[in-house]
């Protein structure tokens, strides 16, 4: 199994603020790489496909970046509505796996 | 717009058969792409389960495999999902999947609603 691991697991931070999350595979993965955009109660989104690739609808200050087994979702300015939680999701190998989740919180 | 629908009992006895299904609507599954599902225990992270393609192939976790059935029946345009021998830990909200398959890359969208799944006697 291709393992995920995504830092931090939860990051405390202010409107306007630029955020980064990592996003770590256990082998090389190409591009293979998805973001999804989680809040209580409601399915996962999707942001990002193909590491780098905006999902149409997604505000422009998301955006993803990366290949091979790193890669990073950053937020250019954090909006109230962007607290979530974040998961990355690997598709290079079918046993599809996904990170642990980063919780993002207003500070 | 494709949208997805789950159904199915949201209580489920010890060593019983989880059985859910997915309605379709705004594509017809037998003209194409990959559909299945995803799991999520309360407050945890996500777990694929298995996919299965319009023709009726289909890909599982190998963690639960032995206990998983994905079908779909196109004359309904829905797809199931069946999990046999349950415990508490099977206890989740499933999600139905479209898995689009872009440039060769694969990746969830849309997601249905999601349905709670209790395991309890």
């Known amino acids: 199994d291709i393992q995920m691991t995504q830092s931090p697991s939860s990051l405390s931070a202010s409107v306007g603020d630029r955020v980064t999350i990592t996003c770590r595979t256990s082998e090389r993965i190409s591009s293979y790489l998805n973001w999804y955009q989680q809040k209580p109660g409601k399915a996962p989104k999707l942001l990002i496909y193909?590491?780098?690739s905006l999902q149409s609808g997604v505000p422009s200050r998301f955006s993803g970046s990366g290949s091979g087994t790193d890669f990073t979702l950053t937020i250019s300015s954090l909006q109230p509505e962007d607290f979530a939680t974040y998961y990355c999701?690997?598709?290079?190998?079918?046993?599809?796996?996904f990170g642990q989740g980063t919780k993002m919180e207003i500070k | 717009q494709v949208q997805l629908q789950e159904s199915g009992p949201g209580l489920v006895k010890p060593s019983e058969t989880l059985s859910l299904t997915c309605a379709v609507s705004g594509y017809s599954i037998s003209s194409g792409y990959y559909w299945g599902w995803i799991r999520q225990p309360p407050g945890k992270g996500l777990e694929w389960i298995g996919t299965?393609?319009?023709?009726?192939?289909?890909f599982y976790n190998p963690s639960l495999k032995s206990r998983v059935t994905i079908s779909v029946d196109t004359s309904k345009n829905q797809f199931s999902l069946n999990l046999s021998s349950v415990t508490a830990a099977d206890t989740a909200v499933y999600y139905c999947?479209?898995?689009?398959?872009?440039?060769?890359?694969?990746?969830?969208?849309?997601w249905g609603q999601g349905t709670l799944v209790t395991v309890s006697s």
């Open positions: 299965i393609f319009h023709s009726g192939s289909t």
């Open positions: 999947v479209r898995e689009f398959r872009g440039a060769g890359v694969p990746w969830f969208d849309p």
């Open positions: 193909a590491a780098s």
């Open positions: 999701q690997q598709s290079y190998s079918i046993l599809w796996t």
